[in-house]
């Protein structure tokens, strides 16, 4: 990641100085808080996009670090609120904030963040980006609703995970890269580029997190291994052993998820491993990250889209 933001280091800075500007409030509680969960870093990947997909255009304003700022905050407001749904104690290496201020300041602050950003969108005075982000809210709250529908549901079938990851996780990475090319003033092939780019990258993202929920370091990742098992989330791995495992196997996840359990994690782990599950769900990320490089193709041939295909390629080759 240092090599791909090394071509947008000050507008990566310029991101930083804003989200810690405009995260000012006349509310202790809600800047303490907020700084909390900035100070955690991340990977910022989605004011990445923002700035590289603007980048690639030759934009040269600044709109493109106040959307990107708004869009992080959106992020960031997710994040607060997901802890809280999932009843997560550990992210990004540290305690969540609900963990440390609880489930009520958390999912208030969120909503602080949240109308923060939207304050910002206002700012920049485009209904373009302005009905992007707002459909983009929508599609990640109803990501939001139906991952909770199907957390212990082992009957959830591949169509339906696909469907919660795009709206969930995806459609932000999509917004981003879009957002960028339409702050940019680019073609409607271009946009449309950006978007299959985004989405295609977020999806790619996402099943290799999934992958790594049986696989991964959890000081890398900076949580635990089969936080998602102890969820009950039925994602691709578990949904493909219980498709193809044997019958014991397949029970053994099955009850896990209607259970909500990772007692037995290291068998789960090992049933994963053995059946083709994490192989199937890689495949699956490299033809996402193949489409999202596809995509480049109706951009300028610059460093900006040559660090967007490296990003694509950085989303499925991780371990965190």
């Not at 909390?36 to 709109?63: C, D, F, H, N, Q």
């Not at 992020?75 to 009843?87: G, M």
């Not at 977020?202 to 998602?228: C, R, S, W």
């Not at 290291?266 to 049933?271: E, G, L, M, S, W």
Request: hydrophobic share 45%; with cysteine.
């Amino acid at each position: 990641m240092h090599n791909i933001r090394a071509i947008i280091a000050t507008e990566l800075k310029a991101v930083d100085q804003l989200i810690v500007k405009n995260l000012h409030s006349e509310v202790s509680l809600v800047e303490d808080i907020g700084q909390y969960i900035v100070e955690a870093g991340g990977k910022r990947m989605r004011p990445t996009l923002v700035l590289l997909a603007a980048k690639a255009l030759g934009y040269k304003g600044s709109l493109n670090i106040e959307l990107a700022t708004a869009i992080e905050y959106i992020h960031t407001a997710t994040l607060l609120h997901d802890d809280v749904v999932d009843i997560s104690m550990m992210r990004r290496g540290r305690p969540t904030a609900n963990a440390q201020w609880g489930n009520a300041p958390s999912v208030l602050v969120g909503d602080f963040i949240y109308s923060r950003a939207f304050q910002m969108l206002v700012a920049m005075n485009s209904m373009d980006i302005m009905a992007l982000l707002a459909e983009t809210t929508n599609k990640i709250a109803e990501g939001e609703v139906l991952q909770l529908q199907k957390a212990g549901d082992p009957s959830t079938s591949e169509e339906e995970y696909l469907t919660v990851i795009r709206n969930k996780t995806a459609i932000l990475f999509e917004a981003s890269s879009l957002g960028g090319a339409i702050i940019a003033g680019a073609t409607p092939e271009q946009q449309q580029a950006l978007q299959t780019y985004g989405s295609a990258l977020g999806t790619a993202f996402q099943l290799i997190d999934d992958v790594l929920d049986y696989q991964g370091d959890p000081e890398k990742m900076g949580k635990n291994i089969g936080d998602d098992l102890a969820e009950g989330k039925p994602t691709l791995p578990l949904i493909f052993t219980m498709r193809q495992a044997d019958q014991a196997n397949a029970k053994l996840v099955e009850d896990a998820i209607c259970q909500k359990s990772s007692a037995n994690l290291q068998q789960i782990i090992q049933a994963v491993n053995s059946n083709g599950a994490i192989d199937y769900t890689y495949a699956l990320a490299v033809s996402e990250r193949d489409k999202a490089i596809a995509a480049l193709a109706a951009l300028p041939d610059n460093e900006a889209t040559q660090q967007m295909a490296r990003l694509a390629k950085l989303a499925v080759n991780r371990n965190a």
